[in-house]
């Protein structure tokens, strides 16, 4: 295995970042209609560039954010929705087949194309494509960073609150709150973790997505009340409907049609006999709907510094005079912009560090996961790192080495599993019963792959995947993938990693090892 790393090597946990998400239309559709009277001298609205850039001036008074983020809806988002539901926000009067939409308010249209300039001089990171919907580009970013950061989201849209875990909320525009974990209640009568369960079952009017025929929330709710409290599956509740209709029958009353309805999945709806599937598609942000240029997009935009080009607070000032925003913060123009200026300044030192260890350092990553959820995460640096690694025989070797299931002649085991070899041994050991009798029936019926759990792990280099490897671990006990501990190995496979990644020469691969 190779000895342990020296200590200038070992493994160090980044303090998590305070990232801010704003839902850019959701905001700036909040501050035009509480300040549609609010002219410049030209005559021109700027109702919606003030409260928009003041609300984020507010959000960045509160707390101290590393990166602010804003999304905005492409042109013609939604399109990716329409093309699994053709009712997707019909009452909005897109026509995504002709590629037509109802005439936008010039003003608006003008403020926005004005907001994104002061975003861009303030350091503020933006994108909008042109069929994604700013919901999925927020879903995709905390799927991918929940674990390691903690995420603001601003936005009124409830369909985001199905994103809320212990290091994820969402401020709610309308109703000027902070919900997470702990106050979701006092806002919704469900439980957090069905949001896309009520949604599928009862619809969406807000986006023209249909439910069950005759089934409301508050119908749902009231047969179902464990939805308020715990996470409730959709077979559970068609069970239960099959219960209650049963019940019904011994009591000689007759079945509640709202019943077989939601056993039957009857919708007046376009989605037919796949009313389920279909709403899960668009409902469920866990899957986000992405193209694959727009996660290439999002990708870039969280993986790069913010490039500071000819950006300055001073240009923004200047904006706010072209515009005559100075005019409404006459009595505090000094102050208003201070909350964007320390955001830049952190912007510009976090610039800084990086071209100063451009060529002496490269951050590197490994992770460990089970399914989709973190189970290790390190960082750590190799002093001589070969890019040439990355593309060889001998990156395929080393994953083999910590992951492998059938290494060499004998099978042997990566270093991973075989730990997992030897926790099973001593769980084994600790579990022995020698008076127990083990009836043939009692393993009869067993379905090793009836809950599959796959491992993955991954090497990073500057947050890029540059190599992944999974396996089943199901020729492990349940019990033991429940309680997964590699910790005691991380410094050797940090060290394995450290040689493979710094040898002098390397054999190119016959086939892209490059994930």
Same mark, same amino acid.
């Given at each position: ?13 980044? @303090? ?6 704003? $839902? =850019? ?7 035009? #209609? ?9 005559? *021109? ?22 990166? /602010? ?7 013609? &988002? ?25 005439? *936008? ?78 106050? #979701? ?18 619809? $969406? ?9 005759? /089934? ?5 709710? @009231? ?19 099959? !219960?209650?209709?049963? *019940? ?5 009353? @007759? ?9 039957? =999945?009857?919708?007046? =709806? /376009? ?32 993986? &790069? ?49 990086? *071209? ?10 490994? /992770? ?28 395929? !070797? ?13 099978? !042997? ?28 029936? #009692? ?8 809950? !599959? ?63």
């Amino acid at each position: 295995m190779g000895r342990m790393p020296p200590r200038n090597n070992s493994v160090t946990i980044n @303090k998590k970042d305070n990232v801010l998400i704003i $839902d =850019g239309n959701s905001l700036y559709k909040t501050g035009y #209609h509480g300040a549609k009277d609010e002219f410049n001298q030209k005559g *021109e609205h700027i109702g919606g560039i003030y409260q928009f850039i003041t609300m984020l001036r507010k959000f960045l008074n509160e707390t101290l954010y590393q990166k /602010v983020y804003v999304f905005w809806d492409g042109e013609y &988002s939604g399109n990716l929705r329409f093309d699994i539901y053709s009712d997707y926000k019909i009452s909005r009067g897109k026509d995504y087949v002709n590629g037509t939409k109802p005439e *936008e308010d010039r003003d608006q249209i003008i403020e926005r194309i004005k907001i994104q300039e002061y975003l861009e001089e303030l350091f503020i990171r933006q994108l909008e494509h042109p069929i994604v919907e700013a919901d999925d580009f927020i879903a995709y970013y905390c799927n991918k960073n929940k674990d390691i950061e903690n995420i603001t989201i601003v936005s009124g849209d409830r369909d985001l609150c199905q994103l809320i875990n212990e290091n994820v909320r969402i401020y709610l525009c309308d109703k000027k709150v902070y919900v997470n974990e702990e106050n #979701h209640n006092q806002f919704f009568k469900y439980h957090k973790s069905n949001t896309v369960l009520v949604k599928m079952i009862s619809g $969406d009017s807000s986006d023209s997505i249909k439910g069950v025929k005759g /089934v409301g929330e508050p119908t749902l709710i @009231k047969f179902f009340p464990d939805i308020a409290t715990k996470k409730v599956e959709l077979s559970e509740v068609i069970n239960k409907c099959k !219960e209650l209709q049963d *019940e019904r029958l011994i009591e000689k009353k @007759k079945p509640l049609k709202s019943l077989n309805n939601i056993i039957n =999945g009857i919708t007046d =709806g /376009v989605q037919g006999d796949k009313l389920y599937d279909v709403n899960r598609c668009l409902i469920d942000l866990s899957v986000p709907l992405l193209t694959e240029d727009s996660k290439e997009l999002i990708n870039n935009l969280m993986s &790069s510094e913010f490039c500071q080009d000819n950006r300055s607070i001073k240009n923004a000032y200047l904006l706010m005079k072209r515009d005559g925003i100075d005019k409404l913060i006459n009595n505090y123009s000094i102050e208003y912009l201070m909350p964007f200026k320390k955001l830049i300044e952190r912007e510009k030192k976090n610039l800084q560090i990086m *071209e100063k260890n451009k060529y002496k350092e490269e951050r590197f990553e490994l /992770v460990f996961k089970k399914n989709d959820g973190i189970i290790v995460q390190r960082f750590f640096y190799i002093p001589n790192y070969n890019k040439d690694s990355l593309n060889s025989m001998e990156m395929k !070797e080393l994953m083999d080495n910590i992951t492998g299931m059938n290494n060499g002649v004998f099978g !042997e085991l990566g270093m991973i599993p075989n730990s997992f070899k030897l926790q099973n041994i001593r769980l084994l050991w600790n579990s022995f019963d020698a008076f127990y009798d083990q009836k043939e029936e #009692h393993i009869s019926d067993w379905d090793l792959f009836k809950y !599959e759990d796959n491992f993955t792990f991954e090497i990073k280099v500057d947050k890029r995947i540059v190599a992944e490897s999974t396996f089943c671990g199901n020729y492990f006990p349940f019990g033991l993938r429940e309680s997964v501990n590699i910790k005691y190995i991380l410094p050797y496979i940090i060290t394995e990693i450290i040689n493979y990644m710094s040898l002098n020469e390397y054999t190119p691969a016959k086939e892209e090892v490059l994930v």
